[in-house]
């Protein structure tokens, strides 16, 4: 619970608290749907829903999506991430990459990281097959850069 509070934390330094949405579902295809919303003409995160079925997939999802709010800015805002498949993957890859290094910070390690860092890589997966990019990443805890994508 600690480390969710410190996530809403980082969360509400870009969002007011009203929008940030972290909910629990029966629906196991839902917590896919998980994203920050973007304000497109503004090029500013408006609201961030995160959802879990299963109790492990609550912090690396959430961790992934405040990923997107503190990566996201340095990359070139949504503009970035819609510009092109190669650029919308490696705004993937940094904010999982992100996310590990923070739970990492956090200590979580063992299996729960492992569990994390597994969930993560099936969505950079996905990702990689569904955009047809040309380098696939591996997220690994020894790779500090977010280089391979």
């Known amino acids: 619970e600690k480390i969710v509070y410190e996530l809403v934390q980082k969360a509400g330094r870009y969002l007011p608290a009203d929008k940030i ?8 295809l839902l917590w896919h749907r998980s994203r920050v919303k973007w304000n497109q003409e503004v090029n500013k995160a408006v609201e961030l829903e995160v959802y879990y079925n299963e ?5 690396p999802v959430l ?10 800015p340095k990359l070139g805002n949504i503009s970035f ?9 490696h705004a993937e890859v ?20 492992n569990e994390a860092k597994k969930l993560l ?11 047809g990019v040309p380098v696939r990443y591996i997220l690994d805890s020894e790779n500090k850069n977010g280089e391979g994508c």
Do not use: M
Not at 21 to 28: A, F, L, Q, W, Y
Not at 55 to 59: A, C, G, H, I, Y
Not at 63 to 72: C, D, I, K, Y
Not at 121 to 129: A, K, V
């Open 21 to 28: 949405h972290i909910d629990k579902t029966e629906n196991p």
């Open 121 to 131: 890589q099936g969505c950079l997966d996905n990702y990689y097959i569904e955009l």
């Open 55 to 59: 109790d492990f997939q609550r912090l």
């Open 63 to 72: 961790a992934h999506e405040v990923g997107h709010l503190e990566t996201l």
């Open 81 to 89: 991430y819609c510009s092109s498949e190669k650029n919308l993957y």
């Open 94 to 113: 940094v904010a999982s990459t992100w996310a590990l290094k923070f739970l990492a910070s956090k200590g979580l390690k063992g299996g729960a990281f």
